[in-house]
């Protein structure tokens, strides 16, 4: 008999959690095809940190991983990822920094076939409501911090960006006004020296 209710109880439980597994699972597929459905995208941005810091300006996305975000005065920065390396400049001190991709999280955004739970990508964090979707997202077989993606649900587009930077500052990149498909100049994403050139390279994390 009390194999009996074993049984019956585990089939219970089981009956009541995989329409939950199915339903995230679903909607895991739909993140995928959100970010692979993206060639180019174009949005104004504002970006806060934990430390109390914000700053805004235009991105530029062109997949395979081209980026381009330019930021605003007073932040004398600009990013470029050309495809080959994630070029941070420095404007004020004016250095230039080359970053190897698989070591930023935001990555994923620029990769071509992103499979959550595949090979190179897990899930480690789900939450969705009748606005939002949100999942934080780990790189298997890297140390660098995860991801988090926020979705807006309808219409379903990426809303917002969240990482830990190296110095344990969560960093927050909204985004406004995005347009997707757009035939964006490929002069956006090539890092352009002045003619003295920058006075220092470094290549590293950030």
């Given at each position: 008999m009390k194999k009996s209710v074993w049984t019956i109880c585990f089939a219970l439980f089981w009956t009541v959690l995989t329409p939950a597994q199915a339903q995230q699972k679903e909607n895991l597929k739909q993140i995928e095809d959100y970010l692979n459905n993206i060639k180019t995208m174009q949005a104004s941005f504002v970006q806060t940190a934990s430390n109390g810091n914000t700053a805004e300006g235009m991105l530029y996305i062109a997949k395979p991983n081209k980026i381009r975000m330019e930021y605003n005065a007073p932040t004398d920065v600009l990013i470029v990822g050309d495809g080959d390396y994630i070029i941070y400049h420095d404007k004020e001190l004016d250095q230039v920094t080359?970053?190897?991709?698989?070591?930023?999280?935001?990555?994923?955004?620029?990769?071509?076939?992103?499979?959550?739970?595949?090979?190179?990508?897990?899930?480690?964090?789900?939450?969705?409501?009748?606005?939002?979707?949100?999942?934080?997202?780990?790189?298997?077989?890297?140390?660098?911090?995860?991801?988090?993606?926020?979705?807006?649900?309808?219409?379903?587009?990426?809303?917002?960006?969240?990482?830990?930077?190296?110095?344990?500052?969560?960093?927050?990149?909204?985004?406004?006004?995005?347009?997707?498909?757009?035939?964006?100049?490929?002069?956006?994403?090539?890092?352009?020296?002045?003619?003295?050139?920058?006075?220092?390279?470094?290549?590293?994390?950030?």
């Amino acid at each position: 008999m009390k194999k009996s209710v074993w049984t019956i109880c585990f089939a219970l439980f089981w009956t009541v959690l995989t329409p939950a597994q199915a339903q995230q699972k679903e909607n895991l597929k739909q993140i995928e095809d959100y970010l692979n459905n993206i060639k180019t995208m174009q949005a104004s941005f504002v970006q806060t940190a934990s430390n109390g810091n914000t700053a805004e300006g235009m991105l530029y996305i062109a997949k395979p991983n081209k980026i381009r975000m330019e930021y605003n005065a007073p932040t004398d920065v600009l990013i470029v990822g050309d495809g080959d390396y994630i070029i941070y400049h420095d404007k004020e001190l004016d250095q230039v920094t080359n970053i190897d991709y698989d070591d930023i999280p935001a990555s994923l955004i620029l990769a071509n076939d992103v499979k959550l739970d595949g090979k190179k990508f897990k899930v480690t964090n789900y939450y969705q409501d009748a606005g939002i979707t949100t999942a934080t997202i780990q790189y298997k077989d890297n140390d660098i911090g995860p991801i988090t993606l926020t979705f807006n649900n309808n219409p379903f587009e990426l809303k917002q960006w969240s990482i830990v930077d190296p110095q344990s500052v969560e960093v927050t990149v909204s985004l406004y006004n995005a347009q997707k498909d757009l035939d964006l100049d490929n002069s956006l994403f090539k890092f352009k020296k002045n003619k003295s050139g920058p006075k220092n390279y470094n290549k590293g994390r950030r």
